[in-house]
């Protein structure tokens, strides 16, 4: 009796302990997030407010997602070759240098021009640090927390991102009104230090990167077994160059099916979110009115329903089947985004919004859980590094489409037709951790 009572002591431990380091994970995590987010956006509201140049306001806007994408999938490849918690930290322990020293240059850039140019610097290498870190934080997620409950605590870091998304906007425009943009900037560097304090605490634990487990490479066939057991060699030898690890990711990303097919739905998805969520403000101001009051209210209810998608999967946890959580999300998703564009009521609208937002959160949280499942953990880095990349490319490319489509016809009827689609899509995706059929 005394052995058994020491071993469930112990195993309530080990329970506790894997979860107190994922909620500090997830905490360190979410302060960082909450000081860059902040600086992005007082830059760019500092930029749109002095200039009131659509050609400066869309330089930064694309500096803030083009270094992302590049970087992405080399920032994958790292991931998986060098430790992810280091990388992590020196990721935004860069990002609050580059902070700095734009803290310290700025009453030496007396013009405009030069201003502009260095907070258009700034953003860059912010951009590539950024593209360097999400990779590493997705695949390491599954280091600290049990494959059972992966769903819950993608949930929680979705409840968490999605508050710090609603929260900054709304401190970046406090700071920027009673203060000045070097002052908000160093918001930056305070949110960074306990970041780092609090992931340095957290140990990382976990297969070995660059080296594929055998079971996952007996369950590849032809070429991706090959490619396997390639990468395997090369890491062993510690002799994998940096191209050869790249080319393996992306091979074993386009040959093993799972992985593929969960790509294409999720880079599909954030396409066809353009015209109901990042074009939202456009319809608003035309449908309901150009009031400040309508813009925020609608840009609330979508941030909120994201919040409270995120607390209800770190709750629920989905569905038993994730394929049904992941359909399920995508039917109502759909649905919202037609009612969001033939409702002529405002209220509605913002009901529908925030519906919206928490079926989103629900569909990125469910791929985002069979990715981390689905891939081995040696190549898991540049998985999400490419997860990024299709984040960070599909984006820009629905608004190039969408944008200017929107200008030739009723913005309503684009809404309808892409939930139509997506509705399509949910009743017909079928999931499984060892299969993915998408239409």
Not at 109 to 120: A, D, N, R
Not at 156 to 172: R, T
Not at 213 to 242: H, I, T
Request: aromatic share 10%.
């Amino acid at each position: 009796m005394n052995i058994l009572s020491v071993l469930n002591k112990l195993n309530a431990e080990h329970k506790k302990g894997w979860r107190r380091n994922a909620v500090l994970f997830l905490v360190s995590q979410s302060i960082t997030l909450f000081g860059s987010t902040l600086v992005q956006m007082a830059v760019v509201w500092y930029v749109t407010l002095s200039t009131s140049s659509g050609a400066w306001t869309a330089a930064f806007s694309i500096c803030s997602y083009l270094p992302q994408f590049l970087i992405s999938i080399p920032g994958g490849v790292w991931a998986d070759r060098f430790s992810r918690k280091r990388l992590i930290i020196s990721s935004d322990l860069f990002t609050a240098l580059i902070t700095l020293a734009m803290i310290v240059l700025m009453p030496y850039l007396s013009t405009e021009p030069s201003l502009l140019s260095g907070l258009l610097l700034m953003s860059v290498l912010r951009s590539l640090c950024a593209g360097i870190q999400t990779p590493a934080v997705n695949a390491a997620l599954p280091q600290l927390v049990p494959a059972g409950q992966l769903q819950r605590f993608n949930g929680i870091n979705a409840a968490f991102q999605s508050f710090v998304q609603f929260a900054a906007p709304a401190a970046a425009g406090a700071v920027l009104s009673f203060g000045t943009l070097r002052m908000t900037l160093l918001i930056d560097i305070f949110t960074a230090i306990p970041g780092i304090i609090l992931l340095s605490a957290v140990p990382l634990s976990g297969e070995h990167p660059g080296e594929l487990s055998a079971e996952s490479s007996g369950n590849l066939s032809g070429r991706s077994s090959g490619l396997s057991r390639r990468s395997s060699g090369l890491s062993r030898r510690g002799s994998q160059r940096f191209s050869s690890a790249l080319k393996t990711g992306l091979s074993y990303a386009f040959s093993h099916s799972p992985v593929r097919r969960l790509l294409i739905l999720y880079g599909l998805f954030v396409f066809l979110c353009v015209p109901a969520g990042f074009l939202s403000g456009l319809l608003v101001s035309r449908a309901y009115g150009s009031s400040y009051g309508y813009l925020t209210a609608a840009e609330l209810a979508g941030f909120a329903g994201m919040t409270a998608g995120g607390a209800l999967m770190g709750t629920w946890g989905g569905f038993s089947r994730k394929e049904k959580t992941l359909s399920a999300g995508l039917v109502l998703f759909g649905a919202m985004t037609v009612l969001m564009g033939t409702t002529p009521d405002f209220p509605l609208y913002l009901v529908f919004m925030l519906v919206y937002g928490i079926a989103l959160t629900a569909v990125q949280t469910t791929i985002t859980t069979l990715l981390q499942e689905c891939t081995d953990a040696s190549v898991r880095g540049r998985v999400f590094g490419m997860l990024g990349s299709m984040y960070s490319g599909f984006l820009p490319l629905g608004m190039a489409v969408f944008g200017p489509l929107s200008d030739q016809m009723p913005l309503q009827w684009i809404m309808t037709a892409s939930g139509i689609f997506l509705i399509c899509t949910g009743l017909r995706v079928r999931v499984s951790r060892s299969s993915v059929h998408v239409p």
